[in-house]
């Protein structure tokens, strides 16, 4: 499986655009990027998915470059309420075989202030 | 949909007993996860189920067993608790299945206190 690194955190201001980094520089060809966001005592919650260039969904944008050796989770306009630890996960979709092995690293814990 | 629902929220055990984690999903999903998280660490994976009747090993399957009779259950099961086993336990179900993509449902977790 892939290895991912990203920064253990992260300080923002509401209103302002966040951009994690997540760096998977052995990522294998049947590889998917997955985020997660997770709030302290809840589990994590599924954000946003991509395998390639860029996804958007109502909460986020995924930009992954050509080399897919990174990739960029950003959040428009962060609020108090996108305080949490944000975690990147790289690894094959079930369907591929061999179940779901995704590990969670110890994530991005982005914190938002006034 | 009451989506991934985990029994109890709260357990204190002493060293030896035993006890077992309940999980139930109502999405009719075929995989489910268990993980562990410890005190500002990220999941790993204990056991995982791909469909009733089939599970494998995760990355910390030791002192852990499972059993999927059902698509919506998936218990965990600690025989002899020790103290390393104290963590916030969670359960995940998700397709396999989705051609476009994968996600995780989360149940609200188990925390659990070895004594």
């Known amino acids: 499986l892939a290895k991912t690194t990203q920064p253990i955190s992260m300080d923002s201001y509401e209103g302002q655009e966040v951009n994690i980094t997540c760096s998977h520089n052995?990522?294998?060809?049947?590889?998917?990027i997955t985020w997660y966001q997770q709030f302290p005592s809840q589990g994590p919650r599924f954000i946003i998915q991509?395998?390639?260039t860029k996804v958007t969904n109502e909460v986020a944008s995924l930009f992954i470059p050509a080399d897919r050796k990174s990739s960029t989770l950003s959040l428009p306009r962060v609020s108090l309420s996108d305080t949490a630890v944000y975690y990147c996960?790289?690894?094959?979709?079930?369907?591929?075989?061999?179940?779901?092995?995704?590990?969670f690293g110890t994530g991005t814990q982005l914190k938002v202030e006034l | 949909n009451a989506g991934v629902t985990q029994t109890p929220k709260f357990r204190i055990l002493k060293i030896g007993q035993s006890m077992t984690l309940q999980c139930t999903q109502d999405m009719n999903h075929n995989y489910m996860y268990w993980y562990r998280q410890d005190p500002g660490m990220g999941l790993k994976l204990i056991y995982y189920s791909v469909g009733a009747g089939i599970t494998d090993k995760g990355e910390v399957p030791n002192g852990y067993n499972v059993s999927r009779s059902t698509t919506e259950d998936f218990p965990l099961r600690l025989e002899l608790a020790a103290p390393s086993q104290t963590s916030v336990y969670f359960c995940?179900?998700?397709?396999?299945?989705?051609?476009?993509?994968?996600?995780?449902?989360f149940g609200s977790g188990t925390q659990l206190s070895v004594l």
């Open positions: 991509g395998y390639k």
């Open positions: 052995n990522i294998a060809t049947n590889d998917y």
């Open positions: 996960l790289v690894g094959p979709l079930p369907y591929t075989g061999g179940g779901n092995k995704l590990t």
């Open positions: 995940a179900s998700g397709t396999g299945l989705d051609l476009s993509g994968e996600k995780l449902f």
